[in-house]
Each structure stands twice: as structure tokens, then as C-alpha cells.
């Protein structure tokens, strides 16, 4: 059964970058679409993008600018990049395996809070 | 952008009650509707996909319909273990938007 494991820093600066890894285990990166979704803390859903193994991305208008998708298959992960964070990135992060539209494995989710 | 209105926010009900959530999409989006629920602390579950498909190993007490901008999600009878938050989550246009949530207790 297929494991996914969210890492990274608990807590980012304003304006620095927020970088989290998802490590696969249980199965392998190469299918599926991989995704990243996020939750500010008591809010909703908000869908980050996702990514085809091979490469193919497409991300939420409200964070194209901002967002970078990435999967290294010879480590079975896959990351995301937030840059130029503020408070309003502060949230629950989850990394989840599916379709294009449907999320069926997910993460535990990992909080990364944006302050000075 | 496809918006998705989800009610009510919340709801209250005795366990053994028939419980339902709507979901309205502000245009067509076909079938391409899929209901989470999340428990405190815990990652979304798939439940329903395709608007009224039950996902594997998903109890059948668990049910989803409708079809274009107007569907529904049941419980048909409430159980203590389902008290979570439930979201829909459209895929029309390979942009995918989750509605509010509605927040799930036990009278």
C-alpha cells in the first residue's frame, strides 16, 4: 500500500521560499499524477497543482506565478516550491496521489507557518 | 474560475438520522464531482467520485448524485465514526476547486 510522507520546514520567513518534499514508498513515482493541496488552519481545501511523472504540470491560476512542481523519480519524491510567502501561505500542506482530478492517497499533511 | 457553493456549513443530527449536503457549481460541470470527508486531524478520504460512484471499501450508507451544476450527498443513516468535515470537489476544466465544507455532529 502506497505511503506518502510531507518534509520540510516548519516555519518560513516572509518574502523566502517555502520548499516541501513528498517521499513515495510503497509504490512507484513513475505513473500517477502527483499533487499538492493545503489547508490554512480552521479553512478549507485550497488545490495547489499537481504533476505527471513524466514531467506535464498544471497549477492553480491564483499561484502559477508563484509555484513550482518538481519530481525526482530516482528518489521516488516529488516537491513543491512556494516563493515570495506571506501569512496568508500559513497552512496545513498535503501531498496526495491520483488522476488528474482525483486525490485517493494522501499524506499525512506537515504545518508550515509564515512569520518573522 | 468554477465556483463551488457547498450547504449547509454545518449540521447537526442524532446517530441513525438521514443526512444530506448540496453542492452547487456556478456552471455545467457534468458529472465531474467527487465528495471528501476529513476528520479532526486527519487527511481527506475519497468517498465518492464521478458524482455518484462509491469508492472501494467506502461503506454503503455512503451515496452522492446529480448531475450538471446541482448535486447531493447522503448519509443514510449516521454513525458516531462519521462525524468529519465533507467537501465536494469539482474537475471541469482540469482545475480543481473544493466547495467550504460542512461540518458534521452528533446531536
Known amino acids: 500500500q502506497v505511503q506518502l510522507q510531507e518534509s520540510g520546514p516548519g516555519l518560513v520567513k516572509p518574502s523566502e521560499t517555502l520548499s516541501l518534499t513528498c517521499t513515495v514508498s510503497?509504490?512507484?513515482?513513475?505513473?500517477?499524477?502527483w499533487s499538492w493541496i493545503r489547508q490554512p488552519p480552521g479553512k478549507g481545501l485550497e488545490w495547489i497543482g499537481y504533476?505527471?511523472?513524466?514531467?506535464?504540470?498544471n497549477y492553480n491560476p491564483s499561484l502559477k506565478s508563484r509555484v513550482t512542481i518538481s519530481v525526482d523519480t530516482s528518489k521516488n519524491q516529488f516537491s513543491l516550491k512556494v516563493r515570495s510567502v506571506t501569512a496568508a501561505d500559513t497552512a496545513v500542506y498535503y501531498c496526495?496521489?491520483?488522476?488528474?482530478?482525483?486525490?485517493?492517497?494522501w499524506g499525512q499533511g506537515t504545518l508550515v507557518t509564515v512569520s518573522s | 474560475d468554477i465556483q463551488m457553493t457547498q450547504s449547509p456549513s454545518s449540521l447537526s443530527a442524532s446517530v441513525g438520522d438521514r443526512i444530506t449536503i448540496t453542492c452547487q457549481a456556478s456552471q455545467d460541470i457534468s458529472n465531474y464531482l467527487n465528495w471528501y470527508q476529513q476528520k479532526p486531524g486527519k487527511a481527506p478520504e475519497l468517498l465518492i467520485y464521478?458524482?455518484?460512484n462509491l469508492e472501494a471499501g467506502v461503506p454503503s450508507r455512503f451515496s452522492g448524485s446529480g448531475s450538471g451544476t446541482d448535486f447531493t450527498f447522503t448519509i443514510s443513516s449516521l454513525q458516531p465514526e462519521d462525524i468529519a468535515t465533507y467537501y465536494c470537489q469539482q474537475y471541469d476544466n482540469l482545475l480543481l476547486t473544493f466547495g467550504g465544507g460542512t461540518k458534521v455532529e452528533i446531536k
Open positions: 496526495a496521489r491520483g488522476s488528474r482530478s482525483t486525490s485517493r492517497a
Open positions: 464521478d458524482a455518484s
Open positions: 510503497g509504490g512507484s513515482i513513475s505513473s500517477y499524477y
Open positions: 504533476m505527471y511523472y513524466s514531467g506535464s504540470t
